[in-house]
């Protein structure tokens, strides 16, 4: 069963290894500070009764509204822990239908009901939030939605309801022979319909494209009536209205079918891993390989912190001391090296030939390619699991965040030093380990995707307000080097205050008019992506 | 010089070759029918005295106005021919900054004036015709902005003067070693911004992508003020406003500068061209190399007809009859064989690879590879050269307009053959000589550009009526058949009846709030994009 207070399935963890805690405990200055959990039963007296009057396709189970109250992030993280949610949906909808969506989004908007639309509940920028509102607030969750409707196998589009969850998106397009491939980190429980609405992109984004390159079209519930978008490969027809319902947050309405182009499952698949000497070379490699166009379908170069830190936390295996003396010897040594990890998906000879550029471009930077499956399958095993680590680590009394941008190559050394850098001044002196790697390779630039671990505050606030000086540092540095405010996890709450450095003042100007053509109420998700509405 | 009442420079021409003559003359029952060619003094009498005020940036020059007055359309061609032109800019102002631009458009705003943005003046669609208007109309054009104002090496966006006409953007680009790659047919008068503004499409979308891939960013002045949009190589922070911007037709407001995402220079480029027994091997074949993700910079199939229509137009050549005899005997006989066009570009390795893969593809469909670089030599040279034929045609007393759509692979036939049968449809008898090819091959479908060739009616009243007619027919069998009602050309006035089909009702209120937003008065481009304001 999903956690109520942690990820995933309670099934499935990823505990920290020995190895691991003793690098931690090196790095952070020693054991960490466990903090005490509160249960379900603590946080469920705390529920207060539904404003809501009763409906047919809404539920005011409390622990239905705990469950749907809060995200992934950071907050919701000691939210979950500490049981100090704040606040709660006055009660759930779980409709099957579109028209059951239609129904309950007319009957809430229409009574002046808040209104909160939700997909996986994975978001890690507080999109799914309850806000303080004098008003009732309704959760609308799509969850229910989780079918593959329609396959045309000339077009490769396929439809889907927009609660659909990655893995039963794949097991459903798999027992046909398609694949979507849209493989963010969040993927067992993110949905169709939140990939859209939020932007994201997924880990084989080089091959399958963002999900901006997948959406071909859609059906929306808007309080002003149904938004249908035709999956029409291409056109010169005015503005893009696709690209006006993705990053929309549950603004404008709910999205209830999405079609997504798809592809015949692959001939072949691998995932592989190279060490280059230091960062200058393989951050010339990968560059040199995106604007190349050499068909890899998915890059990640790890910095040395993260290379070190991931080989430490990750390496118990007897391989692994072995690895390090073959690449000692290579001059991939230990602090400068950084590890390349890469796929190679299509047909037999494309992804040989992909391989061959790629071994060329690792040889020629200087490094030297694993010609083992052993570490690319270790990437290919963990590659969902990683969001895990964080109950791994919180067992032992260590907290995790991440955060990420994207920006144009001739600024991501400074960009991405400009954020480690943040989160050490915003420290104060406490030893925090920070990390990063570039991934999503564009011609344009890339992403840079930062980790940062540290020991537990002594108490829950004391936690939230260092987290908080970290988050406001991390925005800070991204604007001022001008990333932008979201790669993959869009705005939500947590960025908002960041949108309008990226988007200028027409542009915010803008959202603001769109939003409100919509929504003119402003019922819909109020706080997300924009602020200040009034 | 740049032709007043034809295409492109005058020292060009495309003449039609004795061969080309008689085979129209037997498709279309003889002799054309010659009509009686305006003079530009002709017109130039029709010129009324300006409405505008004296503006130290604006011209009331005659010449001026009647060469901004109409762009490259059937009507406008009549026009232009005829020396009907119906309505003339009251002046035409040149601005050659983004202040200027601001300027200008602020006063014109403030006065209550007609504005409409001119790029190119390559419009088919009626984008930059001057409507009826009660109110003094300025056409604004960028082509005085027409240089690379900057170009990062590293990140590969190139930023230029909206007003950039494609030669020139290339041979700048080209003296740093870097290539854009969009190349529509109008490349040597079009602009990178007229390119945005209309959401354009080149021949070798397949490798550089549409502009949509392309454009990275602008600045845009709106009577609002200053929308600026940053080069982020990707976001999900929200809606992208750059879609917004593409397409936008001069409704929202004038783009003065666009970064574009550029290329090094292609270590290897070549075009070749092959031959497939039948329609539907040949659309198999494009089908499965697109959705197989096969490199190749440029894919077009021609239909039967259009195939027997090109040898026959364009071939006086004796190396044409050899290659007739050749394909006899492999199996592609006149009447059912159909041509493979593409392009290979990259790499010398990835365009060896490609290569093989396409011959491989065509062998798979029972084709022939014509080894020869004598084919894709004649397409090469004449990329650019078509909208010249039309000069060439009309020399001879025959008329030629063309219409496209994009739409999904399981519907290309069935559109491509209501497409055709549309046209001859709406012939009333008269013989009309109609082909078709495939390009711009996506995973999900392809664009389909048809082509038709009639004789002159006896005066041009009536060839205009006989145009509507033809106009009226496509557009409708396109949006029955599900098609866009534009995949390269944009909507303009001439496919604005159709686009709700397309976008929707609550498409279309979207799209006339976006215009209210930054036009609430409605100056700028009436009645193009969107009808009915009131």
Redesign the interface.
């Known amino acids: 069963m999903r956690r109520w207070n942690g990820w995933g399935d309670d099934a499935q963890d990823f505990p920290l290894k020995a190895k691991g805690l003793e690098f931690l405990g090196e790095k952070l200055g020693g054991k960490g500070t466990i903090l005490p959990d509160a249960s379900l039963a603590d946080v469920t007296i705390k529920v207060p009764p539904s404003r809501l009057p009763a409906h047919p396709l809404v539920s005011q189970d409390v622990e239905l509204r705990i469950r749907h109250a809060r995200g992934e992030s950071f907050p919701d993280w000691v939210a979950k822990h500490s049981g100090e949610f704040g606040y709660f949906p006055d009660g759930v909808a779980l409709p099957k239908t579109g028209e059951q969506v239609r129904e309950v989004l007319t009957w809430a908007y229409d009574h002046g009901f808040t209104v909160i639309i939700y997909g996986g509940g994975t978001s890690v920028a507080g999109h799914i939030n309850v806000p303080a509102s004098d008003k009732p607030v309704l959760t609308l969750s799509l969850e229910k939605m989780d079918q593959l409707l329609d396959l045309?196998t000339?077009?490769?589009?396929a439809t889907f309801g927009a609660g659909t969850p990655g893995p039963r998106v794949e097991s459903q397009l798999k027992e046909q022979g398609y694949v979507l491939g849209h493989f963010p980190q969040s993927w067992e429980l993110s949905t169709v319909g939140g990939w859209v609405a939020?932007?994201?992109?997924g880990q084989q984004s080089l091959?399958y494209g963002?999900i901006?390159q997948m959406f071909?079209g859609c059906t929306m519930e808007?309080p002003?009536?149904?938004?249908?978008?035709?999956?029409?490969?291409?056109?010169?027809?005015?503005?893009?209205?696709?690209?006006?319902?993705?990053?929309?947050?549950g603004r404008i309405g709910a999205i209830t079918e999405v079609k997504v182009?798809v592809?015949?499952l692959p001939e072949h698949e691998s995932f592989h891993v190279g060490f280059v000497p230091d960062w200058e070379s393989g951050l010339k490699m990968v560059?040199e390989l995106a604007?190349?166009?050499?068909?890899l379908s998915l890059m990640r170069l790890s910095n040395a912190d993260e290379t070190e830190s991931h080989l430490s936390l990750g390496g118990d295996h007897p391989l692994f001391k072995a690895y390090d003396r073959f690449l000692s010897f290579k001059k991939c040594r230990n602090g400068d090296r950084c590890m390349f990890t890469f796929g190679v998906t299509?047909?037999k000879?494309?992804a040989r030939?992909a391989l061959a550029?790629a071994k060329l471009a690792i040889d020629h930077a200087g490094g030297t390619y694993i010609a083992s499956s052993f570490m690319g399958g270790i990437w290919e095993h963990s590659r969902f699991r990683s969001p895990y680590f964080r109950n791994g680590l919180w067992e032992h009394g260590y907290s995790v965040d991440t955060f990420e941008t994207?920006?144009?190559?001739?600024?991501v050394n400074a960009c991405m030093n400009a954020m480690e850098q943040a989160i050490k001044d915003a420290s104060d002196g406490q030893p925090v380990q920070v990390f990063s790697h570039l991934s999503?390779m564009?011609?344009?630039?890339?992403?840079i995707y930062t980790t940062y671990i540290f020991k537990n505050s002594d108490n829950y606030a004391a936690l939230l307000t260092r987290w908080q000086k970290y988050k406001q540092a991390a925005g800070d540095a991204i604007a001022q080097a001008?990333?932008?405010?979201?790669?993959?996890?869009?705005?939500g709450r947590d960025?908002a205050p960041w949108?309008n450095v990226?988007?200028?003042?027409?542009?915010m100007?803008?959202?603001h008019?769109?939003v409100n053509?919509?929504d003119p109420k402003q019922q819909l998700n109020p706080g997300c992506?924009l602020i200040d509405e009034s």
């Open positions: 045309n000339q077009s490769n589009v939020s932007r994201s992109s091959r963002r901006e071909a808007t002003r009536g149904q938004l249908v978008i035709k999956d029409i490969p291409a056109s010169s027809a005015g503005p893009d209205l696709r690209e006006v319902v993705m990053g929309s947050e182009r592809t015949p560059r604007q190349g166009k050499v068909q299509g047909s000879r494309q030939f550029e994207c920006i144009n190559w001739d600024k999503h564009y011609g344009q630039g890339c992403s001008g990333g932008t405010a979201s790669h993959q996890h869009g705005i960025h949108l990226e988007k200028g003042a027409e542009g100007a803008l959202l008019s769109i053509h919509f992506l």
